[in-house]
């Protein structure tokens, strides 16, 4: 099936009004996380959105730099405000960030983001993320697949086409037993490390 753009939603919202946050809690557009990056979406013309956000030192990854994967988690964030003018649900499937220049503290990053495309559930995406205003210096640029979930088959005119077949239960519980020993053998190996015991690179480094 060919790639076609998909129609704005009527009931998405409209040309310059905020995107809602759908939790508040949430790292990235949750007005009451803590560290979160508090970001502001607005709606625009067709099937684009402008979203904002400060790079404070809860946000550092280097020193006085913004850590490259809250960047990403920034873009996957305002790609995902795209679905509210589909309205409908879905998910990230796939995420790649360009990184141009460095994003020092205090920076208020801009990211524009627009839908390109629709291939059954597949959406496809794109955005660039400028600094200091809309049409500041490029500095990040990201494009993304997120695919539809729950929703029937005749809401997107196209027949059911699920992401991947179920697996039998007896098995899927054994890859997840076996997968959570691994995950935690690693783990107790990293922590038995002595680079790693009480050292972080940056006391405000947002992983460590």
Not at 151 to 176: K, N, T, Y
Request: glycine share 10%; charged share 20%.
């Amino acid at each position: 099936m060919a790639v076609t753009m998909p129609e704005r939603h009527p009931l998405a919202p409209k040309p310059g009004e905020e995107i809602p946050s759908h939790l508040v809690m949430c790292f990235g557009c949750g007005k009451d996380h803590p560290t979160g990056l508090h970001m502001k979406s607005i709606a625009g013309e067709g099937l684009t959105a402008t979203c904002e956000f400060t790079v404070t030192e809860m946000h550092q990854g280097a020193p006085g730099l913004a850590h490259g994967g809250l960047l990403s988690l920034a873009f996957d964030e305002a790609l995902g405000k795209l679905m509210y003018l589909l309205q409908v649900p879905a998910v990230t499937g796939h995420l790649d960030t360009d990184f141009l220049k460095p994003i020092p503290v205090g920076t208020k990053l801009f990211i524009n983001a627009r839908i390109t495309g629709q291939e059954r559930r597949k959406v496809f995406t794109e955005a660039e993320g400028r600094l200091n205003s809309p049409d500041g210096e490029i500095a990040l640029k990201a494009s993304a697949l997120y695919v539809i979930v729950g929703v029937g088959a005749g809401e997107l005119g196209c027949e059911a086409e699920p992401v991947s077949p179920p697996l039998p239960s007896m098995i899927e519980q054994a890859l997840s037993k076996r997968l959570a020993r691994r995950v935690r053998n690693n783990l107790l190996y990293i922590l038995n490390l002595d680079i790693f015991k009480g050292i972080s690179h940056g006391k405000w480094c947002s992983p460590c």
